[in-house]
């Protein structure tokens, strides 16, 4: 990889969000069903629990909530 390449985005399984962030497994998959919570990847249209997160999109959905 050169300098000027990204590295790969860091995906995270739903049990390491919620090592990070104060919420629940359930509470994450209330907000998916919901279209609310961080943005995630389903890996498997037909299977609802194959869910990864985009850590830098966790990061940048949390930001939303700064207050100046």
Same mark, same amino acid.
């Given at each position: 990889? =050169? @300098? =000027?390449?990204? &590295?790969?985005? /860091?995906?995270? =399984?739903?049990? $390491? *969000? %919620?090592?990070?962030? &104060? *919420?629940? $497994? #359930? %509470?994450? $998959?209330?907000? #998916?069903? /919901? @279209?609310? @919570? &961080? &943005? +995630?990847? /389903?890996?498997?249209?037909?299977? /609802?629990?194959? *869910?990864?997160?985009?850590?830098?999109? *966790? $990061?940048?959905?949390?930001? =939303? +909530?700064? #207050?100046?």
């Amino acid at each position: 990889m =050169t @300098g =000027t390449q990204k &590295p790969l985005p /860091r995906l995270m =399984t739903p049990a $390491e *969000v %919620t090592k990070v962030l &104060p *919420v629940s $497994e #359930r %509470t994450l $998959e209330n907000w #998916r069903l /919901r @279209g609310f @919570g &961080p &943005p +995630f990847i /389903r890996l498997d249209a037909l299977a /609802r629990h194959k *869910v990864v997160y985009d850590w830098h999109a *966790v $990061e940048a959905w949390l930001d =939303t +909530f700064k #207050r100046p």
